[in-house]
């Protein structure tokens, strides 16, 4: 399964932002979590068995609202023979948008990142998003595996979620009371079947891990030696090899080793996001004082050398809230687009080529019309947060916006 990239992850940050702002005057918007191995029809008939229930609610209103929403929800279903590879989600209901009478249908239907688990039927005064918030911290995996000369187990973690890929028993014998030539032979014999035992740890970690798209690491652990001789030696493959980050020491094999791995490793996995973010925008600061460096930033440049396919890698600011507006003169046609800081900001314009008023008849996210130019050029897109110095920095001294490139500029 393909990982959940950062402009995904920002896109669906936006999203739940939105959704959590939804306030209904009652009880009256409905959340529908389906999983992808769930059939439709047995979700339907839930519907219609919820919108029988929903004749009891005492006050019209709400009563109302709510069968409205079922009823939206039944109909959206039948646009799906099947729920998609990661399950659906449904928020539908009835959203004041000032005094009485002002209510509106609002209905989000859409595949979430990462699987859904359970199957939840939630009608509240809120969506709700507690499932789906939890998934904004699945957005890395990482390889583990716990080794000692007896067994090894072989595990991947992704957010919260420990699946177990392979137990593994070596049939190594252990101590023993021969001595003289018998001991010295019993010795080798012993080291052989630890070398095959740990070609064998190698070629399951190959064969499962290898596959994992944007793997970010693997940690390895034991309670002995055998996993620093394991690292040492040729049996991982060396791209794997490469992305081992840290040994720790456990007490415990098997599935409790794999736990302990991960109590051990907590900080070291918070922290490598953190990294990552920081590293990308010190090397956009390391070739900004370059002389010959490959750096711009600001609106205007960063656009201009993505329209000219140059930009290696876009940064943009997960703080930055503006939006692209195409307006339009009334009269003679005439466009021009303008960013406003303010997306609500709506300043009369008048066409500089005949005078006339302007109106509005385009507006975008800014980041979604540099997103939408980066890939077109197949530049790669990082959304930077401003939860480190650097993020803070890329946001205040930079506006946001900047991009390491492919070559130089005049």
Known sequence: MSEVSSKELYEFKRTLK???????????????????????????????????????????????????????????????????????????????????????????????????????????SEFFLEPLQHMMDVKEIYGLAVIDRKEATIATLKGKRVDIIKHLTSGVPGKHKAGGQSQRRFDRLIDLAAHEFKKRIGEHMNDSLLSIENLKGIILGGPGHTKEEFLKGEYLQYELKNKVIATVDTSYTGEFGIREVIDKSMNLLEEMDVIQEKQLVQKFLKELIDEHGLASYGEKEVRENLQMGAVDTLLISEDLVQTRKTMECINCGHKVKITYKDPNEDKELVCESCGDKMKVVKAKDLVDDFVKMAEEVDSTVEIISTETEEGIQLFKAFGGIAAILRYKVN
């Open 18 to 124: 939105e959704l959590s702002e939804k306030k209904g005057r009652g009880t009256e918007l409905v959340s529908v979590y389906i999983p992808p191995d769930r059939q439709i029809s047995d979700v339907a008939k839930h519907m219609r068995e919820e919108l029988s229930q929903s004749a009891n609610i005492k006050s019209k209103q709400t009563k109302k609202n709510v069968q409205s929403a079922i009823e939206v929800i039944v109909q959206r279903l039948r646009l799906f023979p099947r729920p998609p590879e990661k399950g659906l989600v449904l928020f539908v209901g009835m959203i004041p948008k000032g005094g009485p009478g002002t209510e509106k249908m609002e209905t989000y239907v859409f595949e979430p990142p990462e699987p859904i688990q359970t199957y939840t039927y939630h009608c509240n």
